[in-house]
């Protein structure tokens, strides 16, 4: 499946190829793939997958990473965009009988070294000006990048969005080492994992006031809707990646938090 869909890009229109930077068949398969070049992209997204992820998810992360390019050439005012699919991971699988990978922050916390050297080595490689940096999670991704963020001596983004988040084993957007201003929330009102995770286990709720941080406009449903075609949550999303302003909204304010609130 993975050598179908890379062989089926070597006719792929000029800012389209894909690029495999890596692969590994252990645990469920890690790859990670690039739409455009990113050592040459203006700006460059890195969108990390949550749970269940696995190589045979390649297909669909692709699509995703190409919606988001294309939201983010929509307004980039003709700079380069390159988009990469970070399946770099273990991710954890959704399993009443496996609850302690999903609902901890292991995982997370093996992921973060790689992905800070991985943010580290596209900016060693980047021909030119440095590349506006965008690093993206979606659910148990959004705490893979906040362990990450939080970690070492930081990211290294210019920008974080999280989309869908359970938490990103942090209190306050500040712990993550970056100016708060440019760490962005997304969430459906409808999302079950926001409703039902956010502020327990994995951190605090990333798209409440005290958290800090920016929150973008969401007009979509459910836990996978983020990327539907013409909609705002996508439109924000590019405009974050081009370095553009998105529609932002109030962060919402929690003054009863679930029992069981994240305690670090």
Do not use: C
């Not at 790859?31 to 969108?47: S, Y």
């Not at 705002?232 to 932002?248: F, K, W």
């Amino acid at each position: 499946m993975l050598n179908s869909r890379l062989d089926a890009a070597d006719s792929a229109p000029k800012g389209k190829e894909l690029y495999l930077i890596d692969y590994d068949s252990k645990d469920d398969g890690r790859v990670v793939i690039a739409m455009g070049n990113p050592d040459t992209a203006a700006h460059t997204g890195i969108l990390v997958p949550g749970t269940n992820t696995s190589v045979e998810g390649v297909p669909g992360q692709l699509a995703r990473i190409g919606k988001l390019q294309e939201a983010a050439l929509n307004r980039s005012d003709g700079e380069s965009v390159a988009m990469v699919s970070w399946i770099g991971y273990d991710a954890p699988e959704a399993s009443s009988s496996d609850f302690g990978s999903v609902g901890g922050t292991g995982r997370a916390e093996e992921a973060a070294p790689d992905l800070r050297r991985f943010v580290a080595g596209t900016h060693a490689s980047h021909d030119g000006a440095p590349s506006h940096t965008t690093v993206m999670g979606h659910s148990y991704g959004s705490t893979v990048v906040g362990a990450a963020a939080a970690g070492g001596h930081g990211l290294g983004a210019d920008d974080v969005v999280v989309v869908g988040s359970p938490g990103m084993t942090v209190h306050e957007a500040s712990d993550l080492q970056m100016d708060p201003e440019h760490v962005w929330a997304g969430g459906a009102k409808d999302d079950p994992i926001i409703n039902n995770f956010a502020g327990l286990t994995l951190g605090d709720d990333p798209l409440n006031a005290p958290f800090g941080g920016n929150n973008f406009e969401v007009d979509t449903s459910g836990h996978s809707g983020y990327w539907d075609d013409g909609s705002q949550s996508l439109d924000n999303q590019g405009s974050i990646i081009a370095a553009s302003p998105p529609r932002e909204v109030p962060k919402e304010v929690n003054e009863d938090p679930a029992p069981g609130t994240f305690i670090g």
